[in-house]
């Protein structure tokens, strides 16, 4: 399972044929503590080396996107690009694109410029921001997964299929305890809040739009959370 969750999340060489996905989601936070452990590295010595704090967040993020094979910006522009559609059909269909639009544009823009401006405000910290901010916001999803119906019969959402209830409880409950463990109780439990917060809005606003979710709106979901995490952090550190 934890194979088959960083083969999906990350780019890394990991052989993990024939996985089960809605099985494997549990290991979300595990992926997710390798890609905040990478940013997190690289964050970090940037700032030793006395790079500016706008510059480290920014190689870091870099380095994230690199490792993710930029997955969850694809489905944030992707998903951002939907919202010209006039119906959920239409909606779809545009976000199968494989062009990218104004919307799709403008909402990698905001990611970007929020997560490095977030982190460069918290530059002392930026390590274990990372880290926490990358567990919880993939930690969540499985959420979605469980919640939400599917808006499409086919494509990647559809092939994983829907987890079990202990399945999401693992996955939330490792990422919460990672979380709190790195931040402290208090500002663990703050980033918990809102990162379900950027979550539940994504999950909203695709059953209102889409009729579900699909793994396009799984992207946008990671995105949203991060961002809340981060601006979260920003104001209680």
Not at 166 to 189: F, H, K
Not at 219 to 224: E, F, H, I, M
Request: with cysteine; proline share 3%.
């Amino acid at each position: 399972d934890i194979r088959a969750a960083i083969a999906f999340l990350t780019r890394l060489p990991i052989n993990a044929p024939h996985f089960d996905l809605a099985r494997a989601c549990w290991a979300f936070p595990v992926a997710g503590l390798l890609v905040g452990l990478a940013a997190g590295v690289v964050f970090a010595s940037a700032h030793y080396f006395g790079l500016p704090a706008f510059i480290s967040a920014l190689l870091a993020l870099l380095a994230g996107t690199i490792l993710t094979g930029a997955l969850h910006e694809d489905g944030l522009a992707d998903t951002a690009d939907g919202l010209a559609g006039s119906d959920p059909d239409r909606r779809l269909k545009i976000m199968r694109d494989s062009h990218i639009g104004a919307y799709g544009v403008l909402a990698l823009i905001f990611s970007v410029g929020l997560r490095t401006y977030a982190l460069a405000a918290i530059a002392e910290t930026g390590f274990s921001v990372l880290i926490s901010a990358a567990i919880l916001s993939r930690g969540l999803l499985p959420t979605v997964m469980f919640t939400s119906d599917l808006a499409s019969d086919s494509g990647l959402a559809a092939a994983a299929g829907k987890p079990e209830r202990n399945t999401v409880l693992l996955s939330v409950g490792l990422a919460s305890a990672g979380t709190v463990a790195i931040l402290g109780p208090a500002a663990g439990i703050g980033a918990l809040i809102f990162g379900m917060l950027g979550v539940g809005g994504i999950a909203l606003l695709a059953k209102h739009l889409l009729g579900g979710y699909n793994g396009d709106t799984l992207g946008a979901a990671q995105q949203s959370a991060e961002i809340a995490v981060l601006l979260f952090l920003v104001a209680s550190l």
